[in-house]
């Protein structure tokens, strides 16, 4: 059984940094990720990232943020920098493990300005 385990999120000021993590267990994951999902807005893409690391990025994200994966820990991370308000959501670990979609719990994101 697959199991997703997220840590990072929390409050930060407009042009501050977080680090997001997602621990993954019980399968190998072709594509791992994150997407996210701001009030009253649809689920959106952040970044992806395969096994052989090559990365999806949200233009709306690019060149502030980085997606990272390490395949012996299973662990994907999210590196956000220069956040702004907008940048504010509710962020879900992504994986693609056998063909199907796994979703975490999902991690508060909050940017103030």
């Known amino acids: 059984q697959v199991q997703l385990v997220e840590s990072g999120g929390g409050l930060v000021q407009a042009g501050g940094s977080l680090r997001l993590s997602c621990a993954a267990s019980?399968?190998?994951?072709?594509?791992m990720g994150w997407y996210r999902q701001a009030p009253g807005k649809e689920r959106e893409l952040v970044a992806l990232?395969?096994?052989?690391?090559?990365?999806n990025l949200s233009d709306s994200v690019k060149g502030r943020f980085t997606i990272s994966r390490d395949n012996a820990k299973n662990t994907v991370y999210l590196q956000m920098n220069s956040l702004k308000p907008e940048d504010t959501a509710v962020y879900y670990c992504?994986?693609?493990?056998?063909?199907?979609?796994?979703w975490g719990q999902g991690t508060q994101v909050t940017v103030s300005s």
């Open positions: 990232i395969s096994s052989g690391g090559r990365t």
């Open positions: 992504y994986v693609l493990a056998v063909l199907r979609n796994y």
């Open positions: 019980g399968s190998i994951f072709s594509v």
